[in-house]
């Protein structure tokens, strides 16, 4: 082991040798659990070279939600805590952070929802989000027998569509290097099954009987160097919280 990101007085980077010779016969396949049980995550499976701590990762979470803090720009406070005077001799693990930070969110997000010590289950479509906490949901915030207590309108579920029709995202250049770590288990929907819905959907061309309406125009405008149009979601009338497994990518204008 060469590079340890750790945290001890501060966030900070090393170069250290971990000693892992001393493993049982066979057991150099699972150095990377060897790694976990003392808080370091690795960056790699077979023949790990760098590793995270636990610290530094939720420290980075904490950091991109809290304080908008970008990658890049907590790579670089790491630079400055290793070495302020010298910060271009720090070993590059740039990518190595991104990779790691990424796996790292998707485990802690399978474990809030309980999916993390249980081999034998996996979360389903929109298991990994949370639905509207104050809204009536019968078996978690309303009692089974509802029915006999509350008239169907008093507890009915209601919601709201809406778009964001300028969030455009450009088509990628290796778009099989956008490996999904929880397709569909969160507020977005399958990929699979959408683009297939969008490929068999029926286009009919909008005509408009205005003078130059934009709404229809921007429809139909060509958008071949673009992967998504905008964003529309499905939330609860009441509160305004998202659906799970209820938001989609446009393909076309509004």
Excluded at 34 to 51: G, M
Excluded at 182 to 198: F, L, Q, R, S
Excluded at 240 to 252: I, L, S, T, Y
Aim: hydrophobic share 35%.
């Amino acid at each position: 082991m060469e590079d340890v990101f750790g945290h001890g007085e501060g966030d900070t980077m090393h170069e250290t040798q971990l000693g892992l010779s001393n493993l049982c016969p066979g057991a150099e396949k699972d150095r990377h659990l060897h790694l976990l049980k003392a808080r370091l995550f690795p960056a790699s499976i077979t023949r790990p070279q760098s590793a995270f701590t636990f610290d530094i990762l939720d420290n980075f979470l904490i950091d991109a939600l809290e304080c908008k803090t970008s990658a890049m720009s907590f790579y670089q406070k790491l630079h400055c805590f290793t070495d302020n005077a010298f910060p271009h001799k720090i070993p590059d693990r740039y990518h190595e952070l991104m990779r790691v930070s990424r796996i790292w969110r998707d485990l802690m997000n399978r474990i809030r929802f309980g999916f993390g010590h249980e081999t034998d289950r996996s979360p389903g479509p929109g298991d990994l989000a949370l639905y509207c906490p104050a809204c009536p949901q019968p078996g978690i915030n309303l009692s089974s027998s509802w029915k006999d207590s509350y008239d169907d309108w008093l507890v009915m579920q209601r919601y709201v569509v809406d778009g964001n029709f300028t969030a455009q995202h450009m088509k990628m250049k290796t778009p099989e290097d956008d490996v999904s770590l929880a397709d569909g288990k969160g507020y977005m929907v399958t990929e699979g099954p959408y683009e297939t819905h969008i490929t068999e959907s029926v286009k009919e061309k909008e005509k408009s009987s205005c003078s130059n309406h934009r709404a229809v125009n921007a429809v139909n405008v060509q958008r071949s160097n673009l992967r998504a149009t905008g964003v529309g979601a499905t939330a609860c009338a009441r509160h305004g919280c998202f659906v799970p497994h209820a938001v989609v990518d446009f393909q076309k204008g509004e």
